[in-house]
């Protein structure tokens, strides 16, 4: 049985990474419908993707510049995310690779 002060001090408290987080992204990965608690207590809704057993989130704005990179070359395989700002100010650039 572990010390309440040893499990203290190797908690990491749960958190969802950023999509912009990874060095590059492939057009295949699965979607997944996620959903969290604000602060105030509403319920809210967002997306991620699951890599080597973490999740990433993927704001709607990237799901959107993808579409239209899609649109343009249907045959992308593989997509970069360049994360600018914080909170409601950020800001998400899709950049195709293959």
Do not use: C, H, W
């Not at 190797?10 to 950023?18: C, D, G, H, S, V």
């Not at 590059?24 to 080597?52: H, M, N, Q, R």
């Not at 239209?68 to 045959?75: C, F, N, S």
């Amino acid at each position: 049985m572990a010390k309440l002060n040893e499990e203290a001090l190797k908690y990491e408290a749960p958190t969802t990474k950023n999509i912009a987080d990874l060095k590059e992204v492939s057009v295949e990965l699965e979607l997944e419908d996620k959903s969290g608690k604000a602060s105030d207590g509403k319920e809210f809704k967002y997306k991620v993707v699951i890599v080597d057993k973490e999740e990433y989130r993927v704001p709607g704005s990237v799901l959107g510049n993808l579409r239209a990179i899609l649109e343009k070359k249907p045959d992308l395989k593989k997509f970069a995310v360049s994360k600018q700002g914080t909170g409601m100010n950020t800001k998400y650039t899709v950049i195709p690779l293959e």
